[in-house]
C-alpha cells in the first residue's frame, strides 16, 4: 500500500497548496479563521483525491480537475461544519479538535458553511480555474456536483440520518441515508474528474458506479469503526452513533455482516475498472482495498 | 402606482407558478414541507421581479430568466431561514408565521435552507431551464450570483451584522453590512437578468449600479421601520433590532436622515436609467420610488 499512500500524499500535497492558495481573504477576520479552521488540516481528502485519479485514468492531469476536486472537498468541509451543530449531531470533536461550533460559536459555524457551499459553486463556475476549459463540460460537473449534494443527495440523506435517530432501523433507511448522505458525493467526485477530463459515456458510467459502491462501502467501514475502531486512530470517541441511535449498517446486519457487505461492494467496484488499462487503475482498485481495511 | 402593483403581481405569478411546477418533489417528506413551508406563500418576491425587469428593458422576456430569477428567490428564502435561527437573530416570526425551526425544529431549518441554497445552483447550471440556453452566459450569470450570495458578499454581510451586535455602531460598519447583506443579491439579480437578456457592457453595468443603490436604500428603509413601521404592516414586532443592540442606519444617523439617505440613493439608482428608453425602464423608476415610500 505504500505506493498508494505515496500517492495519496502527491495528491494531497497539491490540494493543500491550492486550498492554501486560492481561498480568497475576506472580511470578518472571524469568517476567514472560521473558513480556514475548518479547511485546514483537512481529513483523508479521499473526495478530491477520487476527483483527480478518476481524471488521471481518464489521461487528464490533477490540474484539469484540481480546482473541481477542490470544490468537492469545500462541499464536504461545508456538510461536517453543520452536521457537527449541536441542533445536529451535536459533536464536540472533530479530527482531533474542537468543531467549528465549539471554536468559533454556533453562529459563524452555520455562516462558514453556508460560504464554503457557496464558493464551492463560485470556484466551479470560473472558467480561469480550469487550464483548458469546456464550458459545456464545466456546467454539466457544476450541475452533477449541486444534485448530489442537493435535496435529492446529500441535504436528503442528512434529514433521513437525523430523522431515523431513535426510531428502529430498516434495511430500507440504512440504505438510503448511505447512498444520499455519503455514495452521491462520492460518486460525483469521479464522475466530475471523468467529465472533465473528456471521457467517454461509458467511462464515465463506469467511475460513476464504481464511486457509488465504494461510496456504500466507505459509509459501511465508517458505521462498523463507530462501533468497534480505535478511539486514537479514529481520534473521536466511538459508540457514538449507538448513543445517538443513529441507523447504521451494524445496527440492522451486525457487525459482521457489515464488513462481509463492504467486501463484496468493494469487489463489485473493482470489476467496474475492468474496461480500462489495468496498470492505468492501480491507485483506483487500490483505494477500494484501503477503504475496507482502514482503520481510521 | 397601480400599474407597478399590476406589473408585480402578473410576474409574481410567474415566479410562484414555477416554484410550485418546478421545485422537484423529494424524500423525506419533511424536507419537502420545509421548504415549500419557507418558498409559500412568498414575501414580496422583490429580488425575482427586479431580475425580470431587468431582463425587459433589455428586450428579453420574462420566460427567459424565469429560472435564474426563482433560483436568486431560493437564495434570499434560504438566507431568511438560517437568519432566523436560534443562534443567528432567533426570531420567533416570519411573514406572519411561525419561522421554519419554529415549526420544524433547528435540524430541518438548517438542512432546509442547505438544501434551498444548492437546489439554487442545480437550477442554475441546468441549460434546460433557458427557453434560448447561451451556456457562457449561464455560467457568466451562476458565477455571479455565487459571488454575490458568497464569501466576499451575502455571507459577510451576515456575519458583519451578528459581529456588530452590542457594539457601537460605525457608519464604515453599518456600510458594509448593507452593501454585503442586502445589496450585493439586488445588484445581481438586476445583472443576471441583463447578462442572460443579451445587454451590451454598458447596460448591464448601469442596471447593476441601480441595484447596489436601491438594494441600500431598501436596507435603510428596513431598519427604519424596524424602528417606526407598524406591526401591522410588518407583520413581526418592531423594535426588535434596538433590542438586540443591532448596527442599523438609524443607529448610527437617526431616522430623519437615514429617511434622506434613501431618497437621495433612489434619485442616484434612476439617474443610472437615464441610458434607456424613457418607456421601458418605468418599472424600474416606480418600483425605486415605492422602495422608499413602502410601509410593509
Redesign the interface.
Known amino acids: 500500500m505504500s505506493k498508494l499512500f505515496e500517492y495519496i500524499e502527491e495528491k494531497k500535497r497539491l490540494i493543500d497548496h491550492w486550498l492554501e492558495t486560492r481561498v480568497?481573504k475576506?472580511?470578518?477576520d472571524?469568517?476567514?479563521e472560521a473558513?480556514n479552521y475548518a479547511l485546514f488540516p483537512g481529513g483523508k481528502r479521499i473526495r478530491p483525491v477520487l476527483c483527480i485519479a478518476a481524471a488521471e485514468v481518464c489521461n487528464a492531469k490533477a490540474e484539469d480537475v484540481l480546482a473541481c476536486a477542490c470544490a468537492i472537498e469545500m462541499i464536504h468541509t461545508?456538510s461536517l461544519i453543520?452536521d457537527d451543530?449541536p441542533?445536529?449531531d451535536d459533536d464536540d470533536f472533530r479530527r482531533g479538535k474542537p468543531t467549528v461550533h465549539k471554536k468559533f460559536?454556533?453562529?459563524?459555524a452555520?455562516?462558514a458553511?453556508?460560504?464554503l457551499?457557496?464558493?464551492a459553486?463560485?470556484v466551479l463556475?470560473?472558467?480561469n480555474n480550469y487550464p483548458d476549459p469546456s464550458?459545456?463540460k464545466?456546467?454539466w460537473v457544476?450541475?452533477e456536483i449541486?444534485?448530489a449534494?442537493?435535496?435529492?443527495g446529500m441535504?436528503?440523506g442528512?434529514?433521513?440520518d437525523?430523522?431515523a435517530e431513535n426510531r428502529k432501523p430498516t434495511p430500507e433507511m440504512v440504505d438510503?441515508i448511505h447512498l444520499h448522505k455519503t455514495a452521491k458525493m462520492i460518486e460525483v467526485s469521479l464522475k466530475s474528474g471523468a467529465i472533465l477530463a473528456g471521457a467517454g459515456y461509458r467511462e464515465i458510467e463506469r467511475l460513476s458506479e464504481y464511486g457509488r459502491l465504494i461510496g456504500i462501502a466507505f459509509q459501511i467501514i465508517d458505521d462498523v469503526l463507530g462501533e468497534i475502531g480505535s478511539e486514537e486512530k479514529l481520534k473521536k470517541p466511538v459508540k457514538r452513533d449507538r448513543e445517538k441511535g443513529k441507523a447504521t449498517y451494524p445496527a440492522v446486519w451486525g457487525i459482521e455482516k457489515s464488513k462481509q457487505k463492504a467486501k463484496s461492494l468493494i469487489e463489485e467496484a473493482k470489476q467496474k475498472l475492468k474496461i480500462f488499462e489495468s496498470e492505468k487503475c492501480w491507485m483506483l482498485r487500490e483505494l477500494a482495498d484501503y477503504i475496507v481495511k482502514r482503520e481510521s
Open positions: 480568497p475576506v472580511k470578518p472571524s469568517l476567514w473558513i461545508y453543520h451543530l441542533c445536529m460559536g454556533e453562529a459563524l452555520v455562516l458553511g453556508d460560504g457551499l457557496t464558493l459553486f463560485e463556475t470560473d472558467p464550458l459545456p464545466i456546467l457544476t450541475n449541486a444534485k449534494a442537493g435535496i435529492k441535504v436528503a442528512q434529514v433521513a437525523i430523522e438510503f
